[in-house]
């Protein structure tokens, strides 16, 4: 099956800096990478999505980048606000596994004023 | 549209109890996903259905955990007996399956569920 590797399991960053989560997976015919962002206490909320058809996608401040010959993906947040500071869970859906996703182990994200 | 809807939102119960939790999927949605949250483990796929049909139980951590969705908008995940381990944050989620198969997956706020 899948396995999705996320790094850093925390990460601190200064108000405006940008932040930088890596996802390594395992099955190369997996096809689709969302990100999902979860707020203390909440439910997991997808924020942006990358097909694998596609390199790089952008929605503002947030943006995916995808490298289907090394296997790994990342989100990139750009001018983060305290807002922003939540866990952050990567997934990857294999191609015939219906929907199924496999989530990353999360990074917790602090924007520090 | 109220989005998935779960029940309970918090249950306390003691070991040896059975426990049943409910999730009612976005009207329209022909996917569920029942998801296991917990520190040690993370978020972890339990069982998941296709138009009703259990499709993946693999994740079914043992034969305590049984799950079950016999229309289209209402889903049970039951847990006999329940045991301290069992303690976590039970999400579920749905999402359109359609012919091309990327579609968001939506969740629900959640079950907490704390096992003495």
């Known amino acids: 099956g899948e396995n999705v590797e996320q790094h850093p399991s925390t990460l601190s960053v200064q108000e405006g800096d940008s932040a930088v989560i890596k996802c390594t997976y395992s099955?190369?015919?997996?096809?689709?990478f969302p990100w999902y962002k979860q707020e203390l206490g909440k439910r997991p909320q997808l924020i942006i999505d990358?097909?694998?058809?596609?390199g790089e996608k952008k929605d503002q401040r947030i943006a995916v980048t995808l490298n289907k010959t090394a296997k790994h993906f990342s989100l990139h947040i750009t001018e983060t606000q305290p807002e922003d500071s939540a866990v952050y869970f990567c997934?990857?859906?294999?191609?015939?596994?219906?929907?199924?996703?496999?989530f990353g182990t999360g990074t917790q994200l602090k924007v520090e004023l | 549209d109220a989005g998935v809807i779960q029940s309970p939102r918090h249950e306390v119960t003691e070991m040896g109890q059975e426990v049943t939790l409910r999730c009612k999927p976005i009207?329209?949605?022909?996917?569920l996903f029942w998801y296991r949250q917990t520190m040690m483990r993370g978020l972890e796929l339990l069982i998941y259905?296709?138009?009703?049909?259990?499709?993946?139980d693999s994740g079914m951590p043992e034969d305590r955990f049984s799950a079950k969705m016999p229309n289209a908008s209402f889903s049970t995940l039951k847990i006999q007996p329940s045991e301290p381990r069992d303690s976590a944050v039970y999400f579920c989620?749905?999402?359109?399956?359609?012919?091309?198969?990327?579609?968001?997956?939506?969740f629900g706020p959640g079950t907490r569920l704390t096992v003495l």
């Open positions: 099955d190369s015919a997996s096809n689709y």
């Open positions: 990358i097909r694998s058809n596609v």
């Open positions: 997934a990857a859906r294999q191609t015939g596994g219906g929907n199924k996703l496999t």
């Open positions: 009207s329209g949605h022909n996917s």
């Open positions: 259905f296709n138009n009703n049909v259990p499709i993946d």
């Open positions: 989620a749905s999402s359109l399956r359609t012919g091309q198969g990327f579609n968001e997956q939506f």
